[in-house]
C-alpha cells in the first residue's frame, strides 16, 4: 500500500507566503465610500499576491515530494460578498489562475478544497441555503479557471442537526437537488466530529454516489455506534469509480481535556492502527495532515511513521506499506 501525504494552504517552512491574506468588509466600505476603484484595487492585490503565494506554494510542494495539497478558502478576498457582486473576478485572474492550474496538472498534484463551516446544504433556512450554494459554486468556478478536471475535489461536511438528525439528513438529500451538476461533481463529504458520524455520511455517499472523505480525529470524537472495521470497505468503494485513491484527514488532539481542537503535531500512535487496518485492503491511501504546524508537522509526521514496522519511507511525503 503507498500513502501519500499532503497539508492545508499555509506552510511553516516557506516564509512570507500566505495565500490567505484578507480586505475586510469594513475596510473595503471604508475605501469605497470616497474611491469605490481604490477600494476594488486594494481587493485585487491582495488576490493577486495570494495567488502568487499558491505558485510559491506548490513549487515548494514540487521540491519537497509533496502531491497533496489544499488550497487556501481565501484566495480571492470578499469573492462571494454581495458589495462585489458584479466584480469578475475569474476573468480578473484567469491568467493566473490558469498558471496555477498548469503547475499542478504537469506536477500531477492532488488538490483540493474545503469551503468554510458556514456552508450548510442541509440547512432549513433558505438564504443560507443559497449562500452555500454561491460559495460552492465560487470555489467550483476557480477549479474550472484553473483548467482542472474533476479530480480537483471539493470536501464539505453535511451540516448542522437542527435538533432533529433525521429530517436533516433528508433535507440534505432534498436540497442536494439545488446543486448545479457541475459543482455536484466535485463534491466530497466528511463525517465532523459533533454531529454526523461516519456511518451517516456513508449512507448520504451511497445515495448520492459520492466519495467519502473519513477523518480520524473526528472518527475518534464522534463515532456513535461506528466501527472502523465496518466503515472502511464502504469509504474505500466509494472511491472506486474515480481516478484517485481514497482520501482520508489526519491529526491530533490538543489534549485529553480538548478532544477536538487539532494539535500543533499528529502522533503516529493516532494514524498507524488505522494504516495497519487499511493494508488489509491492498489499496493506496492520500492522506491530509490537518495540525498547526503545516508542513513541518506533515513531514515529522512521515518520518515518525517511517519508523513503525512494515512501514517505509519512499520519499520526504511518501510511505510504503508492504
Known amino acids: 500500500m503507498d500513502i501519500r501525504f499532503g497539508y492545508v494552504a499555509m506552510s511553516v517552512i516557506l516564509e512570507k507566503a500566505s495565500p490567505s491574506k484578507n480586505v475586510t468588509v469594513k475596510t473595503y466600505s471604508r475605501l469605497a465610500e470616497t474611491n469605490p476603484r481604490a477600494a476594488l484595487s486594494k481587493v485585487c492585490r491582495t488576490a493577486s499576491e495570494n495567488l502568487a503565494n499558491t505558485l510559491r506554494l506548490l513549487r515548494h510542494n514540487r521540491a519537497s515530494g509533496v502531491k497533496i495539497y489544499r488550497f487556501s478558502s481565501k484566495l ?8 462585489l457582486s458584479g466584480w469578475n473576478y475569474a476573468d480578473e485572474f484567469k491568467k493566473e489562475l490558469a498558471t496555477i492550474g498548469s503547475f499542478v496538472q504537469d506536477n500531477e498534484m492532488r488538490v483540493s478544497f474545503h469551503p468554510d463551516h458556514y456552508t450548510l446544504i442541509n440547512s432549513p433556512r433558505e438564504e443560507v441555503l ?12 476557480l477549479l474550472e479557471t484553473m483548467g482542472l478536471g474533476p479530480a480537483a475535489r471539493l470536501v464539505t461536511h453535511v451540516g448542522g442537526s437542527y435538533k432533529d438528525k433525521e429530517k436533516s439528513l433528508k433535507r440534505f438529500l432534498d436540497n442536494w437537488t439545488r ?5 455536484a461533481s466535485r463534491l466530497t463529504l466528511e463525517n465532523d466530529d459533533k454531529t454526523f458520524t461516519a456511518g451517516e455520511v456513508l449512507y448520504l455517499c451511497r445515495k448520492l454516489t459520492l466519495p467519502m472523505v473519513l477523518d480520524i480525529h473526528h472518527f475518534r470524537c464522534n463515532s456513535g455506534c461506528d466501527k472502523l472495521e465496518e466503515i472502511l470497505p464502504g469509504f474505500l ?71 513503525c514496522p512494515m512501514i517505509r519511507q519512499t520519499g520526504p511525503a511518501s510511505l510504503s506499506f508492504a
Open 76 to 83: 480571492i478576498p470578499l469573492a462571494t460578498h454581495p458589495l
Open 130 to 141: 443559497l449562500s452555500s450554494l454561491k460559495d460552492l459554486e465560487h470555489h467550483c468556478l
Open 179 to 183: 446543486l448545479p451538476p457541475r459543482t
Open 237 to 307: 468503494t466509494s472511491w472506486k469509480d474515480t481516478s484517485l485513491p481514497a482520501k482520508i484527514h489526519a491529526s491530533s488532539p490538543r489534549s485529553p481535556g480538548d478532544c477536538r481542537s487539532h494539535h500543533d503535531y499528529v502522533n503516529p500512535t493516532d494514524l498507524y492502527p488505522f494504516l495497519k487496518l487499511a493494508r488489509e485492503f491492498g489499496q493506496d491511501l492520500d492522506v491530509m495532515v490537518e495540525a498547526k504546524q503545516k508542513d513541518q508537522a506533515m513531514f515529522r509526521l512521515v518520518k515518525d511513521l517511517a519508523a
